[in-house]
């Protein structure tokens, strides 16, 4: 996408409904819409859907500041304690074949979990001891890999193609594979 002006700032962005918005903002609220793939029927090519781009910058902006309020409150709360805390929005398992990812990182990865979190502080990088705190109870783990959310590629390409940082910041989403087959859910924190 080309580079567009708002006001004296020059930035690049992602066109939506009835307007463009920023990459940081894109990058906050990235994991909660998922890019689908599917094939054209007039031409049999890989499309994709992004539902991101129906969003208006009203309602982004919205969900930016809902963010950032529960963002302070969690930080406040529990920040002192932990170097970075991420707040889990989806989950979902994967089971990735040896011939997308390789044989050892498809065993290392088999029927294991994927939270889509928002890093609300720190970061958190591939190796790390995590606690992950849900419904009550606490349970310790191991980051499997952190693959930043894309603005322009599914969960499934992303993971295939990744050769990349392997982390990722404070204000951010990302999927966080975690080195466990259950018992993480929607609102659970990934504290380290």
Known sequence: MPDLWQGDILFSGLAIADGTI?????????????????????NWKISTSDPLKAMT???IKDMINEKK???????????????????????????PKATDVGLKRAKALKNRIVATS???????SRGDAVTVSFDGADMTTTILDVIEC???????????????????????????????????????LIKK
């Open 22 to 42: 920023c990459d940081d903002c894109e990058k906050m609220v990235r994991g909660q819409f998922n890019i689908e793939e599917y094939y054209g029927r007039e």
């Open 57 to 59: 910058v009203e309602e």
């Open 69 to 95: 309020a529960e963002q302070t409150q969690v930080v406040e709360e529990i920040g002192g304690d932990y170097a970075a805390i991420a707040k889990v929005e989806k989950t979902f398992g994967i089971a």
């Open 118 to 124: 928002y890093i609300m502080s720190g970061e958190f």
């Open 150 to 188: 894309s603005s322009s590629s599914t969960f499934e390409t992303v993971l295939n193609a990744n050769f990349g940082k392997h982390k990722a910041k404070e204000g951010v989403s990302a999927w966080i594979i975690l080195d466990v087959m259950g018992g993480v859910g929607k609102g659970a």
